[in-house]
């Protein structure tokens, strides 16, 4: 396409430049990368230059403060730094950043995102402390109660909230009421679940909040955020056990003007940005959520009608992924995958280890309707 005519498509209105934004071939059924629409996919086509204030100030500046009134009421104890990378790059950021010298971690977890925090603590030779539990068992405030009465050297908790791996939420306010009240910082993980599931960060009690562009806000990948409290991120000069992943660094060079201190993905921001319209549209994250979990609901319905049986018992599904059990010990899913993918809809296969299972999710640019259309084709492919 000539460079006029890009430009006068960005001069249009959206619906307009939409008419030139083709369909996806399939639906993205997965914990994200997910389905955009396609006015998060016109974003892209436009590129942005990282010195001008139209990108910095008008751009990064304005998605750092949406970021934060997401988070939470009390705008002014919080602040929001942009990572590049993927989400685990700014759990890395995070968790490198936040631990001084002295510090000592908790991480609980019950599942690969857990684990993964626990490698990245490893690998940066972290302090740290692992509170484990199979992947089917959530963390129990009492259990961690205990864990913190008897090891007063812990001074930082992280979880995951989501954790992905079964679609298991975690109970996030009674874990957090127990880091509260024993004057712990609390790091979360909520790649999955920010912008899909209402809590207010500040309410719970929670310092430093991790998610990325490409889940529950619906943007594409290219990078991740924290959403810190101000005065607890203030005191993690130094700290960072890496240079590119410095968290207070980062804050440093982008808080005043909106300045990332490497090359910034840009058409990714500017996607996130157009993706932060789209969630006010919808309702803000309580509309979404029940958007998410009339999906969740549908699903699981429908796939039991079918002979389907999920790996959690209700209480413990999230709206976000859902973990269903073959239907027999014959099952080839990679047959299924692909018979599924040829009719419009990818899965994700299982992850965990004490049961064969594959994964379907609810998030992205996907509708009740949608996941109709998929079950009339599970339907389909079961019967053949």
Not at 142 to 161: E, F, N, R
Not at 241 to 248: E, F, I, P, T
Not at 296 to 308: H, N, P, Y
Not at 356 to 378: C, K, M, Q, S
Request: glycine residues 8%; proline residues 4%; charged residues 20%.
């Amino acid at each position: 396409m000539q460079d006029y005519m890009l430009d006068y498509l960005l001069d249009c209105q959206p619906d307009n430049i939409l008419d030139y934004i083709p369909d996806n071939p399939y639906l993205l059924l997965t914990p994200g990368p997910l389905s955009t629409s396609r006015g998060v996919r016109a974003a892209l086509l436009r590129d942005w230059c990282t010195w001008d204030a139209d990108y910095n100030e008008e751009v990064v500046q304005n998605v750092r403060r949406r970021l934060v009134a997401l988070a939470t009421a009390h705008t002014q104890d919080y602040t929001a730094v942009l990572m590049q990378g993927s989400g685990s790059f700014s759990v890395e950021a995070c968790l490198g950043s936040a631990l001084g010298p002295e510090g000592k971690l908790l991480i609980m977890s019950n599942g690969a995102y857990g684990k993964r925090m626990v490698t990245i603590a490893e690998t940066l030779r972290l302090n740290h402390v692992e509170y484990a539990l199979i992947e089917t068992e959530a963390p129990s405030a009492q259990a961690l109660a205990g864990i913190l009465a008897a090891d007063a050297g812990i001074t930082h908790v992280a979880m995951v909230h989501c954790e992905t791996t079964t679609g298991m939420l975690n109970p996030l306010d009674e874990i957090a009421a127990v880091v509260r009240d024993c004057g712990k910082i609390f790091i979360v993980d909520a790649m999955s679940s920010f912008g899909g599931i209402p809590f207010d960060v500040d309410e719970l009690g929670i310092d430093f909040l991790i998610s990325s562009s490409n889940k529950c806000i619906q943007g594409v990948p290219g990078f991740g955020f924290v959403i810190a409290r101000r005065a607890v991120l203030a005191a993690c000069e130094g700290n960072a056990r890496s240079h590119c992943l410095d968290l207070y660094d980062q804050w440093r060079e982008m808080d005043p003007s909106g300045k990332w201190r490497f090359t910034s993905p840009t058409h990714t921001v500017r996607a996130f940005y157009a993706a932060l319209d789209e969630l006010e549209a919808e309702g803000g994250v309580s509309g979404r959520h029940a958007r998410y979990c009339q999906n969740r609901q549908t699903l699981v319905d429908g796939m039991r009608a079918l002979g389907f049986e999920t790996l959690l018992e209700d209480s413990l599904l999230s709206p976000i992924i859902t973990s269903f059990l073959y239907p027999s010990a014959d099952f080839d899913f990679g047959t299924f995958y692909q018979k599924i993918k040829q009719q419009g809809f990818v899965l994700y296969p299982g992850k965990i280890s004490a049961a064969d299972t594959f994964r379907i999710g609810n998030i992205g640019e996907v509708y009740p309707a949608d996941i109709e259309r998929l079950l009339e084709v599970i339907r389909g492919v079961v019967n053949h």
